[in-house]
């Protein structure tokens, strides 16, 4: 140690590395409560709340927690559910008003594809955040938590689509059938995507 000298030794930095570590944190805790002085502060939407089920004593493990923990950052994120939410009345909207078989099954499609490539940012800015610092786990255990959550969220947004489909073409219903096989391969080629920039990342 007397050996060891830092003559280039910034504190500035070092003082700007501890706020942002500190806001990191304040953001983690805010997602189970409101927190005040943060920059970035998690929602919380009351009536998103039923969807937040309580881990069971066999459920707190690492295996399980890191879906708990996707499926809390969705729902108390700052923007991520009101841009899926205002993407499905837009093209509702759109699906209805101009009525066309061929552009309700294109514009079905691409919500459906938009949706999930905004949701894929949920692992890109929570799995290499401060929850694997807290809680350090294997990165197969997080992301097999992702692949389980996502492809329940993308599996409930299709069911949304295919019945507004339905309402507005109910005779050519069966079209939106394809939606949830649709949504699953791209929700399986994004995820691969997501992996392989993570391992060039740790590489």
């Known amino acids: 140690m007397k050996k060891s000298s830092f003559k280039t030794l910034s504190w500035l930095n070092y ?19 409101n927190v005040k ?29 890191y879906e708990y923990l996707f499926y809390r950052s969705f729902m108390r994120d700052h923007d991520l559910p009101m841009i899926v939410l205002r993407i499905i009345l837009l093209f509702f909207i759109i ?33 290499y955040l401060l929850w694997p610092k807290v809680w350090p786990v294997s990165r197969t255990y997080i992301q097999d ?33 394809a939606f949830p096989l649709w949504g699953y391969l791209l929700n399986r080629v994004l995820s691969k995507s997501i992996y392989k920039k993570e391992r060039e990342l740790s590489d």
């Not at 309700?104 to 949706?115: A, V, W």
């Not at 489909?165 to 939106?176: G, L, R, S």
């Open 15 to 33: 003082v700007q590395y501890e706020k942002e570590a500190l806001q990191q944190y304040y953001q983690t805790v805010s997602m189970f409560t």
């Open 37 to 65: 002085r943060i920059d970035k502060a998690f929602k919380r939407r009351r009536i998103l709340d039923v969807l937040l089920w309580v881990p069971k004593a066999d459920k707190f493990n690492k295996k399980y927690m």
């Open 95 to 127: 699906m209805f008003w101009i009525g066309n078989l061929y552009v309700s099954l294109i514009f079905s499609l691409f919500g459906i594809y938009l949706i999930v490539l905004q949701m894929s940012q949920i692992y890109t800015a929570q799995a």
């Open 145 to 177: 938590s992702y692949i389980r959550y996502s492809h329940k969220i993308v599996f409930a947004i299709t069911l949304i689509f295919a019945f507004m489909f339905t309402v507005t073409h109910p005779a050519q219903f069966f079209y939106a059938l």
